[in-house]
């Protein structure tokens, strides 16, 4: 005996919509990533304006080549207010920093281990707005049905032509 069992499934666009829908996009910008050699020792400085205020992610490596530098330090000053120190970094590692709209100076200082005058380090920084969700453009939530629709078509198509369901009349 043949038995036809026939389940309603949700339709395939149905999962994309919700998906793109419930996962807010993030706005994380690198501002830096930067390997710096070390020639006994190094000083570099540099000036980010953020259009609002979130947090800076700093991190710093020490590549221990070919040597591990003898110091590493890093500063983070807010220039819109005077040069106000926002925080500071002594050795490798991770740290998240609250900064505001503004404009912010970096000051990156490494000393070269003696033994051998050479060194090498690596700074990341990047920066994520407080409002990290990106906002479709206007368009979007019609992009996202025009897209359904298609999706939907191409499947009802597909499966008209393997003889699994006849297109309505």
Do not use: H
Not at 28 to 45: F, G, K, P, R
């Amino acid at each position: 005996m043949n038995c036809i069992t026939w389940t309603k499934r949700a339709p395939p666009w149905l999962g994309l919509a919700l998906a793109a829908l419930s996962v807010p996009a993030r706005a994380d910008i690198v501002l830096e990533q930067n390997v710096q050699s070390v020639l006994v020792s190094s000083t570099l400085t540099a000036d980010y304006t953020l259009p609002s205020s979130g947090t800076l992610t700093v991190q710093l490596t020490d590549y221990a080549f070919p040597a591990a530098l003898q110091s590493m330090n890093f500063s983070l000053f807010d220039t819109s207010s005077g040069s106000q120190l926002i925080g500071s970094m002594s050795a490798a590692g991770t740290e998240v920093f609250n900064v505001q709209a503004g404009t912010i100076s970096t000051l990156f200082v490494a000393v070269a281990s003696p033994a051998t005058g050479l060194g090498m380090y690596g700074a990341d920084l990047t920066y994520v707005p407080s409002s990290s969700q990106v906002p479709l453009p206007p368009n979007g939530g019609l992009l996202l049905l025009v897209g359904a629709a298609f999706v939907g078509a191409l499947s009802r198509t597909r499966k008209a032509a393997s003889g699994r369901e006849v297109a309505p009349a």
